[in-house]
């Protein structure tokens, strides 16, 4: 089954902060938006409502891993 990687399943013990943060910080905000784009792309071409190549899905899962550690660490330093 396809689905979104959404980051309060990946990170449910930051799930308030991740709220949180969504509102009150804009740089996090920010981070958070590109990472929900990135993984909206990636899940449009693995449900095939939107055609790429191989190696398009893979820098775009790339990108995904990039943000989703910037997003990880930023949530233990803030």
């Known amino acids: 089954m396809i689905t ?3 980051l309060v399943v990946d990170f449910p013990e930051f799930e308030t902060k991740i709220h949180d943060l969504k509102s009150s910080d804009a740089h996090f905000k920010k981070l958070f938006e590109e990472y929900d784009s990135v993984d909206h792309q990636i899940y449009r ?3 095939e409502a939107e ?3 191989d190696d ?3 820098s775009l899962r790339m990108e995904r ?3 989703k550690d ?6 233990n330093n803030n």
């Open 65 to 67: 891993v990039h943000k």
């Open 70 to 75: 910037e997003i990880y660490t930023y949530l």
């Open 4 to 6: 979104k990687h959404q």
């Open 45 to 47: 071409i693995e449900s």
């Open 51 to 53: 055609p790429a190549s």
């Open 56 to 58: 398009v899905l893979n």
